[in-house]
Nanobody, 115 residues
């Protein structure tokens, strides 16, 4: 299983938007469950959103209505559209792929939301 590679993080003001991308190349991508997690300094990593192989999605309560997870199987890419960002969204965001082969984590991309 190929390690996912995240991109798109950066610094944004409160209320702004960012779009994270995660590339997890491989012919088995479409069968994988893809997830976004985040981890703030000194805090436990938490699940943000998940998208199944069939496109079903789930979100943490803290991001519902603001974040949207999607996938493009042709590009082996998962996205996290983040709108109405808040300072509490500041964290390193990690992409995770999960399937029959196992679970693989990306290295993470930093998202910082200034007040």
């Amino acid at each position: 299983q190929v390690q996912p590679v995240e991109s798109g993080g950066g610094l944004v003001q409160t209320g702004g938007s960012l779009r994270l991308s995660c590339v997890a190349s491989g012919s088995i991508f479409s069968r994988m469950i893809m997830s976004w997690y985040r981890q703030a300094p000194g805090k436990q990593r938490e699940l943000v959103a998940t998208i199944g192989s069939g496109g079903t999605t789930n979100y943490a309560d803290s991001v519902k209505g603001r974040f949207t997870i999607s996938r493009d199987n042709a590009k082996s890419t998962v996205y996290l559209q983040m709108n109405s960002l808040k300072p509490e969204d500041t964290a390193v965001y990690y992409c995770k792929s999960s399937g029959a082969v196992g679970t693989t984590w990306g290295q993470g991309t930093q998202v910082t939301v200034s007040s």
